[in-house]
């Protein structure tokens, strides 16, 4: 089997890695060891799955998988606070555009304002509630209207219409607009935190992303293709898996004739962002049916990028794979302890898109098939985890990526 080097190997890292995950403690940690000062791709370090080692950890108990109790604490330390990504700014190319999120109990409105900025609302009207917009996507003319009571808001959120409300002493509609929920753009992505935390920015809390992944011109890339997956499993099983390939050799055959599954090597290893890149064994190939590129390339990536893909995981619902001619992300709405809501897209460079070599469906049935199977022995997993006779068992070396996961999901937990 063809193995490619690491563009820098490391020695006695996984002592060193072990040394300074014990005194990570932001969410934002990254690998930070003995690294060149270049800001090259080539130059940057990666640890492959056995080089970071899983420090003996255990999977965790029945009950993070199962409890209803456990669920709703997730819902309010993780969901309710954490930055989730919701989808790309071109979905909502035109003012007014909209689409909504769920979260909990919570509906958002994510739109487009009037003067090209997105914007994200609750779902909530200012005057007894009602929710204001029930279509999953749209477009408003100039304004939401309430259709209880006819109330009326701008696009910025502030109401410009209330009907017999000047009868009613001191009311002033200043003193009700829609009530914000905040949000961050990275690279054409969306993303929104229901609770109001004017803490770290956006910028600072996920630093180790920011400039990380500008040569695949993601801010340019449209989405071509979207599918929607229901899966009777707990969201972390699907963060888990997503973070190793040990299972690829016997979930996914298709696959590892494209990728080696023990090709892995890491950049973050440790924090809210995790994983790295694998080896594609075709030269100029992808992840696909045919293992050709399905588009051409999505910007002057380096040599080295064209034989790999890059995985990674952003806590908490967002899973991102590069490859050198397009990109797919998932998007996780856990639903209940057993079932989660994956959204995923593939996106491609517009110059892709008239030329005759653009075969996307090769990519996208590709990845949708390699998905189902992910799903599916998930769904064994969340089975097997919700049975009496479950115990914990240790990660493999192989699993040390989903360790690393658990214990970001542990450390925000509290
Ligand atoms: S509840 Fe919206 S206008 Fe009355
Ligand atoms: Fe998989």
């Given at each position: 089997m063809?193995?490619y080097?690491a ?10 890695v ?19 000062h270049?800001?090259s791709?080539?130059?940057k ?17 029945g ?20 930055w989730?990504c ?5 979905a909502?190319?035109?003012p ?5 999120r ?54 910025d ?12 002493a ?29 803490d ?42 997503y ?10 055959p298709?696959l ?38 399905c ?14 893909v ?45 030329r ?9 049935e ?9 799903w ?17 068992g ?5 699993d ?14 509290g």
């Open positions: 063809r193995r080097p563009s820098v190997k490391i020695i006695d890292a996984r002592r060193w072990f040394s300074n995950i014990q005194s990570l403690s932001s969410g934002a940690a990254l690998f930070t060891g003995p690294r060149s270049s800001s791709i080539s130059m370090q990666f640890l492959s799955a056995p080089e970071i080692g899983t420090g003996g950890a255990m999977t965790l108990p009950r993070y998988f199962t409890s209803t109790e456990v669920f709703a604490e997730e819902r309010a330390r993780i969901f309710q606070r954490q989730l919701a989808g790309r700014a071109d909502i190319s035109r007014g555009d909209y689409f909504l769920t979260v909990g109990a919570d509906s958002v409105i994510v739109l487009r304002d009037a003067t090209g900025g997105i914007r994200a609302f609750h779902n909530v009207c200012r005057h007894r509630g009602t929710r204001l917009c029930e279509a999953a996507a749209g477009r408003f003319s100039k304004s939401i209207q309430c259709p209880y009571h006819a109330w009326t808001f701008a696009l959120g502030s109401l410009i219409g209330a009907p017999s409300m000047d009868e009613l001191d009311f002033d509609r200043a003193d009700y607009p829609l009530h914000v929920v905040q949000t961050a753009i990275w690279e054409g992505f969306i993303f929104l935190r229901i609770e109001e935390m004017p770290i920015p956006f910028e600072e809390s996920h630093a180790p992303l920011m400039a990380r992944l500008s040569r695949f011109s993601l801010p340019v890339l449209k989405t071509v293709e979207q599918r929607e997956y229901t899966v009777r499993a707990n969201w972390k099983l699907l963060f888990e898996n973070s190793e390939c040990y299972h690829c050799p016997t979930v996914h298709a590892v004739e494209l990728s080696p599954a023990d090709s892995g090597e890491n950049d973050l290893v440790a924090g809210a962002f995790l994983g790295g890149f694998m080896v594609v064994r075709r030269p100029g190939g992808s992840m696909s049916l045919s293992g050709e590129a588009a051409t390339s999505l910007g002057d990536l380096p040599a080295e990028d064209r034989q790999r890059y995985y990674y995981s952003i806590f908490p619902n967002m899973l991102l794979s590069l490859h050198h001619d397009y990109v797919m992300f998932h998007t996780l709405w856990p639903e209940a302890p057993d079932r989660t809501r994956v959204e995923c897209a593939w996106l491609f460079h517009p110059d892709a898109m008239d005759a070599d653009f075969r996307p469906k090769d990519g996208v590709f990845w949708d098939i390699t998905n189902r199977q992910d599916h022995i998930c769904e064994q997993s969340q089975l097997g985890v919700a049975s009496s006779a479950y115990t914990p240790p990660y493999s070396p192989r040390s990526i989903s360790a690393a996961f658990d214990r970001e999901y542990l450390r925000v937990m």
